[in-house]
């Protein structure tokens, strides 16, 4: 559920784990075909923020949403992902309001915890993969994440491409075409 139609903090993120546990389900009906070993998540913009909460949600306590998963993630594709919401308030984004229920100044503690930056490490390799010339979400965003992740041991990437906030848009384009071996090398890797 979005914000504006029954999401926001922290259903949005409680429903975006509980369909990557739903897998289990869905192998079952399939025969179990699926490797739940191999499971890599991906997203863009506000999905990116998703992706990387799914990343890290096997490490976090009980009290945030979506912890203790029945099927972890062995990887981890943001796509100009927002892993830090109260540095992306401050650099002007006016949808982590929305998200989160009202600004840092009255909700600080639920941006922190909002933020997957703030609950590394995850264990689970990253990249985050952003446009250069991003002004809808600052580069900085998967940059910081990066250092933050490798400083505590994680395995953790980021791939700055031309463009701005889309550049993904083109499935005909050098941008989409990496970004995707990136998302199948990943989950080749997994295990």
Not at 105 to 124: E, F, N, W
Not at 140 to 159: L, M, T
């Amino acid at each position: 559920r979005r914000v504006g139609s029954g999401g926001g903090w922290p259903t949005t993120v409680a429903d975006v784990c509980r369909a990557v546990d739903h897998l289990v389900e869905v192998s079952a009906q399939v025969g179990d075909r699926l490797d739940l070993r191999r499971v890599v998540v991906a997203g863009h913009s506000a999905g990116g923020h998703l992706a990387l909460w799914v990343a890290g949600r096997a490490r976090l306590p009980s009290s945030l949403p979506g912890s203790r998963p029945t099927v972890p993630v062995s990887g981890c594709v943001s796509l100009a992902g927002v892993a830090d919401l109260l540095r992306a308030e401050e650099s002007g984004d006016k949808y982590v309001a929305g998200l989160l229920g009202g600004r840092s100044d009255t909700r600080r503690q639920r941006y922190r915890d909002a933020s997957p930056v703030a609950h590394l490490p995850t264990g689970v390799p990253v990249v985050c993969v952003h446009g250069r010339d991003d002004e809808v979400v600052l580069p900085e965003q998967s940059e910081a994440y990066v250092r933050a992740a490798r400083r505590v041991g994680d395995p953790a990437r980021v791939s700055l491409v031309p463009g701005g906030h889309d550049p993904w848009g083109d499935i005909t384009g050098r941008v989409w075409h990496d970004t995707r071996d990136t998302m199948l090398a990943m989950a080749q890797e997994s295990v």
